[in-house]
């Protein structure tokens, strides 16, 4: 499984960004497909996954009503729209792959959990 993500950037406050990641090696039936970012100093976050399956998606909630993280089967690839950016966005963005999919009903949120990652991208947020 490679993951390949793209779409950093210098943006300001307030702008908008989307990332996007590619996914290839296998078919992704039954994967959970996740953002994550590490912000300097800090440790690395949930921010947003999805059900490859059927789209169910959930959030951080840092993010929630400012970022949708969305899937296109045809091209396996998932997007992470941010909108209303803020300086503490500014952070390295991976995208993550498991494929067993949800814990029991639960979101899997710590990096541990996914076994697959693409390189990050970092996303600088000005004030």
């Known amino acids: 499984v490679q993951l390949q993500a793209s779409g950093g950037g210098l943006v300001q406050a307030g702008d908008s960004l989307r990332f996007s990641c590619a996914a290839s090696g296998r078919t992704f039936s039954g994967y959970l497909m996740g953002w994550f970012r590490q912000a300097p100093g800090k440790e690395r976050e949930f921010v947003a996954a999805?059900?490859?399956?059927?789209?169910?998606?959930y959030y951080a909630d840092s993010v929630k009503g400012r970022f949708t993280i969305s899937r296109d089967i045809a091209k396996n690839t998932v997007y992470l729209q941010m909108n209303s950016l803020k300086p503490e966005d500014t952070a390295v963005y991976y995208c993550a792959a498991d494929p067993r999919g949800l814990s029991m009903v639960l979101v899997r949120t710590n990096d541990d959990e996914y076994a697959y990652w693409g390189q990050g991208t970092l996303v600088t947020v000005s004030s």
């Open positions: 999805i059900l490859w399956n059927i789209g169910s998606t």
